[in-house]
């Protein structure tokens, strides 16, 4: 979500007859977009401001959106005073005002709007894989979580106005269509004549979009993953069987104090029911360890259903108290090291399993699509179906298909090497 604002603000710097530069010195506005779902980025965002402060050029604007704007609010105008703009996840549409008037302080971290998708101007070349929000903030206030804070309560956005943005993006250079939300498939939009949308509405018209090849959606929340969405990954061959779908924790206690209230059983059947509509289906999860209370047998549960689920592909935290979370205040806080230790664990397990995976896709020929090319400029890198890239040697003629079938020929935990097979 972070990526895609980014790109709207750099759109309307664009418009503006603005280009990038990558010296901060050089620059007239300076503009750190951030994350706060963990108290480490957000603490590198004040360290990375007072840098800016000084290399930056006299003269230049420089100011912080996005979820540490909204919970620094005023406050980031006393930390950094010299500061121009502070502006919350939804408000950033708000940032013209600042280059038409450098001399104001800009401080706005309200929330409740769907303005920014419409106000600033839309890229003029889409990206090969292009996202689009559908809706954003988030109804379930995990106890961990600061997104309910910064981002609001879920808002999906117009079916309509998504299918214009998805159309946009697939006339002007998008092949791949990512829809995005906090929780994203609890998508839902009901129009003026009480016609109601779902996520499965919108997969089914990106899919219609001859430019479309590819079409995927993250983040899940698992019990919001309805019968017509499952059904989708049977009928609908453009969507990618690869499904991002966090379970946080394997131990029930946990779940129940982080306000995940599933049970094991229930997440299994999901699985089950995914993996019958699309018998190549592989998931994704987030994990947190160290969450308040969480005893070495909570986090064996934890290693147990990795194993049991094999994700092929996860982002695995430590627990990062959060202000305005109620785990913050929890009693029996969990110290450093035994997080550090059970992070370490997890991650060698989810390793594992992930590199046994791209093991068993060698001599298997996947439909793949390229990205670009790496730093060095003699290999393309690919992206496969379960979203492994895979890393093919440039042909001679420089001829790069934009979808290429790829045999793979050797794997790693990290990649997978290919070659072109045909496109
Ligand atoms: N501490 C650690 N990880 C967190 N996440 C969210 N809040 C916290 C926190 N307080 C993780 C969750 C989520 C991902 C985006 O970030 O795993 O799925
Ligand atoms: Fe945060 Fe995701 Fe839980 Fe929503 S579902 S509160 S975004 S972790």
């Known amino acids: 979500m972070n990526v895609y604002d980014s790109w709207r603000i750099a759109a309307m710097l664009d418009a503006r007859g603005m280009v990038a530069t990558k010296d901060v010195a050089d620059a007239d506005i300076i503009?750190?977009?951030t994350c706060s779902v963990r108290e480490k980025a957000t603490n590198?965002?004040?360290?990375?401001?007072?840098?800016?402060r000084d290399t930056k050029k006299p003269g230049a604007l420089f100011g912080i959106v996005g979820c540490v704007a909204r919970e620094a609010g005023a406050t980031a105008f006393h930390r950094i005073p010299e500061l121009n703009f502070v502006l919350g996840p939804q408000s950033y549409h708000r940032l013209p005002q600042i280059l038409d008037d450098p001399d104001?302080?800009?401080l706005?971290?309200?929330?409740?709007?769907?303005?920014?998708?419409?106000?600033?101007?839309?890229?003029?070349?889409?990206?090969?894989?292009?996202?689009?929000?559908?809706?954003?903030?988030c109804n379930h206030c995990c106890t961990y979580c600061i997104v309910p804070y910064?981002?609001?309560?879920?808002?999906?956005?117009?079916?309509?106005?998504?299918?214009r943005d998805t159309l946009h993006a697939a006339k002007n250079g998008a092949v791949e269509i990512c829809f995005l939300g906090q929780n994203v498939n609890g998508y839902k939009y009901t129009d003026e004549n009480g016609k109601t949308y779902r996520l499965s509405d919108l997969i089914r018209a990106a899919a219609k979009m001859p430019e479309i090849?590819?079409?995927?959606?993250?983040?899940?929340?698992?019990?919001?993953?309805?019968?017509?969405?499952?059904?989708?990954?049977?009928?609908?061959?453009?969507l990618l069987p690869f499904l991002n779908m966090p379970i946080q924790s394997g131990s029930p206690d946990v779940l129940r104090r982080m306000n995940r209230p599933y049970s094991l059983d229930a997440y299994m059947e999901i699985i089950d029911k995914l993996r019958a509509a699309r018998g190549d289906i592989q998931i994704s999860s987030d994990f947190i360890v160290g969450f308040p209370g969480e005893t070495d047998s909570d986090f064996e549960q934890t290693l147990e259903i990795a194993r049991r689920v094999r994700y092929i592909n996860s982002y695995s935290f430590k627990y990062s108290p959060r202000p305005h979370t109620a785990a913050a205040t929890m009693p029996n806080q969990i110290p450093e090291n035994i997080k550090r230790e059970r992070l370490a664990v997890l991650d060698n397990a989810l390793n594992e399993i992930q590199r046994e995976f791209n093991e068993s896709c060698v001599d298997k020929t996947l439909p793949c699509l390229c990205e670009g090319t790496d730093k060095t400029g003699r290999h393309l890198l690919y992206r496969t179906p379960y979203m492994q890239q895979c890393i093919v040697a440039k042909p001679k003629d420089d001829n790069i298909p934009t979808m290429a079938?790829?045999?793979?020929?050797?794997?790693?935990?990290?990649s997978l090497r290919g070659k072109i097979i045909s496109d």
């Open 31 to 33: 503009i750190l977009n």
């Open 44 to 52: 590198k965002v004040f360290s990375e401001l007072g840098r800016v």
């Open 104 to 106: 104001t302080k800009l």
């Open 108 to 137: 706005n971290i309200d929330l409740g709007g769907l303005e920014k998708f419409d106000e600033l101007p839309q890229m003029v070349h889409a990206p090969t894989v292009s996202y689009i929000p559908i809706q954003e903030g």
């Open 150 to 163: 910064t981002r609001g309560r879920e808002v999906s956005r117009a079916f309509d106005d998504v299918v």
């Open 213 to 238: 090849r590819r079409i995927r959606f993250t983040s899940s929340y698992p019990t919001e993953m309805t019968d017509d969405l499952i059904q989708m990954f049977a009928t609908e061959p453009k």
């Open 405 to 414: 079938n790829i045999k793979i020929t050797a794997a790693n935990r990290a």
